[in-house]
T-cell receptor, first 113, second 117 residues
């Protein structure tokens, strides 16, 4: 069974730009979660989608948004990038969300200059 | 308030030594799930174990073992006879199942384990 895939793996953007990250979950998994990992804040929950509906959102500004498609693939978008958005963005898929095992992708390393 | 505390920032051992990683959690729910993940230098989080709050049986899987104690809100992880390939950051995480809209994992800060040959 193929694992969670994330594209792109690396990204360099300039302040003020926007970026879209993509995540393809494990086949059969309907829940996709996104996490931000930084050296200072650690792993922080961004949001979770299940069957195209956002069920939970972390404490991030509205510049961070996401969506999920009917095939369970998910995208997250960050608008008006700030230097502090530089991080590893991890996507996780599971059968049903937080109480289930979540399987993580390799992440997208975003650098904002 | 921090829901998951991993007090050990870094642990360095010589190969074949045992390593125990501490995890203390905080929740008001009676139903919750605890997890351990490993993050090797490649960056991908690898799922190791999931336990629910009603199952306090300790578990052993190969060189890994877990000690869950509700009385002390701890879920500790031991690597027996460590190997260089065990070098990674290990994260403990909590999911609180009773909240209707809580589908997230709350992670601890992680413990960096370095195993020297």
């Amino acid at each position: 069974k193929a694992g969670v895939t994330q594209t792109p793996r690396y990204l360099i953007k300039t302040r003020g730009q926007q970026v879209t990250l993509s995540c393809s979950p494990i086949s059969g998994h309907r829940s996709v979660s996104w996490y931000q990992q930084t050296p200072g804040q650690g792993l922080q929950f961004l949001f979770e989608y299940f069957s195209e509906t956002q069920r939970n959102k972390g404490n991030f500004p509205g510049r961070f948004s996401g969506r999920q498609f009917s095939n369970s693939r998910s995208e997250m978008n960050v608008s008006t990038l700030e230097l502090g958005d530089s991080a590893l963005y991890l996507c996780a898929s599971s059968l049903g969300g937080g109480t289930y095992e979540q399987y993580f992708g390799p992440g997208t390393r975003l650098t904002v200059t | 308030a921090q829901k998951v505390t991993q007090a050990q920032t870094e642990i360095s051992v010589v190969e074949k030594e045992d390593v125990t990683l501490d995890c203390v959690y905080e929740t008001r729910d009676t139903t919750y799930y605890l997890f351990w993940y490993k993050q090797p230098p490649s960056g991908e989080l690898v799922f190791l174990i999931r336990r629910n709050s009603f199952d306090e049986q300790n578990e052993i899987s190969g060189r890994y073992s877990w000690n869950f104690q509700k009385s002390t809100s701890s879920f500790n992880f031991t690597i027996t006879a460590s190997q260089v390939v065990d070098s990674a950051v290990y994260f403990c995480a909590l999911s609180e199942a009773q909240r209707s809209n809580d589908y997230k994992l709350s992670f601890g800060a992680g413990t960096t384990v370095t195993v020297r040959a």
